[in-house]
């Protein structure tokens, strides 16, 4: 059986194919990378709009928390932190409210444990300058509390003048931070469940 070597027959032969259908072969290149592109772009919008509407809601809502659970005993509150089904449970204590002045407006004051405050509440917020307070004396507040105090270059351990029933109580700025839910009861601020129990704040 002879050999047929035809293999440069054939490379030539694509050669003048190619070139004849130069014009027809570019928009052919042309479309298979517009259509890659259009694809990347609309699958990376796609995922950036569901982040971002991810993250809108979260802070709307103001917390990562979904199931909360009014006054539970020590049993109850052991329990849940063993649940092996919950992301986070922390632990969230109301301890009274303050204004920013005469007619101002309502400071909602909390206690956080370290679970409820990194875990649920940090990623509801954003611009989190400072610290969470250590000392009995100091307060971390929203950006919203600062500017209706007429504070616009806040800086830690200044001084933070609220009244309560009429006296004013005067706290270290230990933090500040950017809150975007509003609540109708006032705005954000925390302070260390010691002051709340040695002075009743109520």
């Not at 293999?7 to 928009?27: A, G, V, Y």
């Not at 109580?169 to 109708?184: A, E, P, Q, R």
Request: charged residues 25%.
């Amino acid at each position: 059986m002879l050999k047929n070597n035809n293999k440069k027959i054939i490379n030539k032969i694509s050669e003048r194919t190619l070139k004849n259908n130069q014009t027809r072969n570019i928009f052919i290149i042309l479309a298979i990378i517009l259509t890659t592109f259009m694809f990347t772009t609309v699958f990376g919008i796609g995922f950036s709009l569901v982040k971002n509407l991810s993250i809108m809601m979260l802070r709307q809502q103001g917390t990562k928390s979904s199931i909360f659970l009014n006054n539970p005993d020590d049993s109850q509150i052991t329990k849940v932190k063993d649940s092996k089904y919950l992301a986070a449970a922390g632990i969230k204590i109301q301890t009274g409210t303050a204004e920013t002045g005469e007619n101002g407006t309502n400071v909602l004051l909390d206690w956080y444990d370290k679970e409820e405050f990194e875990k649920n509440f940090t990623p509801a917020i954003s611009d989190i300058e400072g610290t969470y307070p250590e000392a009995e004396d100091e307060i971390m507040v929203s950006k919203s509390v600062l500017e209706t105090l007429d504070i616009n270059k806040p800086k830690e351990n200044m001084d933070i003048k609220l009244k309560q029933d009429g006296r004013d109580i005067v706290f270290k700025l230990s933090g500040w931070f950017t809150d975007y839910s509003y609540s109708k009861g006032g705005f954000r601020g925390f302070i260390l469940i010691q002051l709340y129990i040695r002075n009743k704040i109520c």
